[in-house]
């Protein structure tokens, strides 16, 4: 069974298989080589092991390739096609040259992998030389020429080994050539070499892991994503220069010139809020949405090096068992702390224009302000994943180091713009887009809450705490009554109990209880003595490290033991860092409040919406770049991290300035909103010493964004106009 505490890091994107895998290969190394089954097993690896070089080996054996060879059981009675003659044509001018030892045909042998060293400790790539095999184009004629291809050629080195877990090393042979043709070629040399059979259900190269040098034409989407870019870029520019060089009065300026200019979205961005004169600011949410945010990209680059060749990665099952991959495992959470912040934001707010405006909200446009608000970036982010990507460099890699087929985009983007993909495909365009999805059904459904909290006040707030409760113990039967566990893998435990809202709910609803609390008693001196602020400090870091901690060193858990676990750690995160959030906002923080509260993070803390969609696209970039095995170790994963993160915030940067704050600024053009009346003088007199997480007035329309996916600063006048009334 596979241990919960990697089960819980799994579950962020279903990989939930790799340790099972990883398991497989390592049994060749332990007391199941004992079996007489595995012995012959041993014997093969023995004799590859004895090989000269794949490529010598492959070339010695075709000197002299005819039609029969590329053919095998039943395909040998077809006619030839036309790309079969080419392909024989091109290898036997191959085999032709390298008797004269002709640079290009040195270069196609030089860039094969090598069957690689350190097979029992993991090491199951060899990436081979890319570039000299797709650079090869020998010119035979002025119409015809051979061109490398470079594929991956993948096969176990026992039968009881996965295929993902194969041995895979790199070929390069004329791009005439199918990948059938090679598979072919390779299954009967590796059959004479090692005296093996090997089935033809074993597809040992995959057309889909074969590159050439050819590109493909730009289609008509890939113009379009291009052409609007442009436009956008230019627009900013243009704005920028204007704003720079020609306006001498920001007040006298154009709205829209001011919407794109780079000028005035970065003064925004960067401005830092002076929170001593500003008393209406929660200081730690800024500081604990960044962290929170950090610690999603580093667990992600953790899970892309999952799918990344390493030379070591035996070492991961050591890795699993130490401490700091606790850290790493439970990024889990901090998913659950942007439902916890959102909630809470959405309340607090909410129920202070209610007050002012005596319950009145315009659900309507709440929620045609937030799909405005969200969607623009992401349905960029759509188009940039699918056509953008593939454009930015190549690599062995390119397209497979990721956790998304971002090809299914082509048929799924719509759920992702309706925020239902969640429940509507099992195929995401963008993975981890699952939590806007989850964040906007909730959304919808939270007025209905305030309205309730609002009318019936400590009543509605027991039936939302007795709703969560319910919602805990569904999470809790689905797991037990279908044995459904978050370390299955696959659509089916990843859509009931990972990606679906029901079971995500608690973090939120408690999210609201706090901020309800927090509303209720604005304004008011908590004075604690010492001995409650240390077990108030107590018993929140033991809920946090509770949930961080609890299956650590547990080999294995049943399925009631892990749905409690799931359930109670999605109730207890929340309530940990309700006592963080209550600390910090009335003085007892401490050194965490310092920390937290530190206006650096403001400019993250806006730009972390668009850093959130775009850092798996750096990730990915990064990975399928890789032209070389890696070594696994904390450290050369941090390493990594800062290198990613770094490029993620400044790719962040340009489509925060081209796309996110221009689309918010004339969000607010097209729909402005009428400010609220000033609240009653009851109200003004507590309202100075009210500590929320509330934009300034003169904050651009990008910083009073009520966004709460793992994002900016919230909105006030603009989420909740009192245009009518309920």
Request: charged share 15%; with cysteine; aromatic share 12%.
């Amino acid at each position: 069974m596979v241990r919960p505490a990697i089960v819980l890091w799994l579950s962020v994107l279903p990989l939930a298989f790799v340790k099972a895998e990883i398991t497989n290969i390592f049994a060749l190394t332990n007391k199941q080589l004992l079996s007489n089954e595995l012995e012959v097993n041993v014997d093969s690896y023995l004799a590859a092991s004895k090989l000269r070089r794949l490529a010598v080996e492959f070339f010695d054996h075709y000197s002299n390739l005819t039609l029969a060879d590329l053919y095998v059981g039943d395909q040998r009675s077809r006619l030839p096609s036309v790309q079969d003659m080419k392909c024989l044509a091109d290898m036997a001018l191959l085999t032709n040259d390298l008797l004269s030892l002709k640079v290009w045909t040195l270069k196609m042998i030089d860039s094969w992998g090598l069957l690689p060293a350190g097979v029992l400790v993991g090491n199951w790539w060899d990436l081979g030389n890319f570039d000299e095999c797709i650079g090869i184009d020998h010119a035979v004629t002025t119409s015809h020429r051979v061109k490398g291809k470079y594929c991956f050629a993948k096969f176990a080195p026992a039968p009881s080994v996965s295929n993902r877990m194969a041995i895979k090393t790199a070929v390069c042979f004329p791009a005439s050539c199918s990948a059938a043709n090679m598979d072919t070629l390779l299954r009967r040399l590796l059959q004479t070499l090692l005296n093996i059979e090997i089935g033809t259900e074993v597809q040992i190269v995959d057309e889909a892991t074969c590159q050439t040098s050819e590109t493909k034409p730009y289609d008509g989407l890939t113009i379009f994503t291009i052409v609007v870019l442009s436009l956008l870029g230019a627009l900013v520019g243009l704005s920028t220069l204007y704003d720079y060089f020609l306006c001498q009065d920001q007040k006298t300026i154009h709205p829209v010139v001011t919407a794109f200019s780079a000028r005035a979205n970065s003064r925004a961005l960067f401005k830092i809020v002076d929170t001593r004169s500003n008393p209406n600011v929660i200081d730690c949410l800024h500081g604990i949405r960044c962290l929170s945010f950090i610690w999603v990209v580093f667990a992600h680059d953790y899970l892309t090096f999952a799918t990344s060749p390493s030379i070591n990665m035996a070492d991961v099952l050591t890795w699993i068992d130490s401490f700091f991959s606790m850290f790493v495992v439970h990024g889990i959470y901090a998913v659950d702390t942007f439902f916890f912040l959102s909630g809470l934001l959405l309340v607090m707010i909410a129920l202070r224009l209610m007050d002012r405006t005596n319950g009145r909200l315009n659900i309507p446009m709440m929620y045609l302000h937030r799909y405005l608000r969200l969607t623009p970036l992401l349905a960029f982010a759509i188009l940039i994943y699918m056509k953008i990507l593939p454009l930015l460099g190549n690599g062995p890699l390119r397209g497979s180091v990721n956790f998304d087929d971002y090809a299914s985009c082509e048929d799924t983007w719509y759920w992702t713009l309706l925020y239902v993909q969640n429940y509507a495909t099992d195929n995401l365009c963008i993975s981890h887009s699952w939590y806007l999805a989850v964040d906007m059904q909730l959304y919808i459904f939270a007025p209905f809450l305030l309205i309730c909290l609002y009318k019936w006040g400590k009543k509605a707030a027991a039936g939302i705490f007795i709703l969560m409760l319910l919602l805990a113990s569904c999470l809790f039967s689905i797991m037990v009554i279908n044995n459904l566990s978050l370390g299955a893998g696959g659509n089916g435990s990843m859509r009931r109990l990972y990606y679906a809202t029901n079971t995500r709910a608690s973090p939120y609803l408690i999210g609201i209880l706090f901020g309800y609390f927090l509303h209720i008693n604005r304004g008011k001196d908590f004075k604690l003595n010492r001995l409650t602020v240390l077990v108030g400090w107590l018993i929140g870091l033991a809920l946090l490290f509770t949930c961080l901690f609890a299956v650590y060193g547990q080999s294995s858990l049943p399925i009631v033991e892990e749905a409690s676990y799931v359930t109670f750690s999605r109730i207890a995160w929340p309530l940990g860092l309700c006592w963080v959030v209550f600390a910090c906002m009335h003085g007892y923080g401490g050194l965490a409040n310092g920390f937290l509260s530190s206006p650096l993070w403001q400019p993250l803390s806006k730009l972390s919406y668009s850093a959130y969609i775009f850092h798996m696209f750096i990730e990915s970039l990064n990975g399928g770049m890789t032209r070389t095995s890696t070594y696994f170790s904390d450290y050369q994963m941090m390493l990594r991290f800062w290198s990613d993160f770094g490029l993620t915030l400044l790719f962040s940067y340009l489509m925060h300035i081209l796309i996110e704050a221009p689309f918010a600024s004339l969000e607010g053009l097209l729909l402005p909103t009428k400010k609220p009346n000033p609240p009653p003088a009851v109200e003004s007199k507590i309202e100075p010493k009210v500590k929320e997480f509330e934009s300034s007035p003169d904050e651009s329309p990008v910083e009073k964004s009520v966004e709460t996916v793992p994002a900016t600063t919230e909105e006030v006048t603009k989420t909740f106009p009192e245009n009518k009334s309920i």
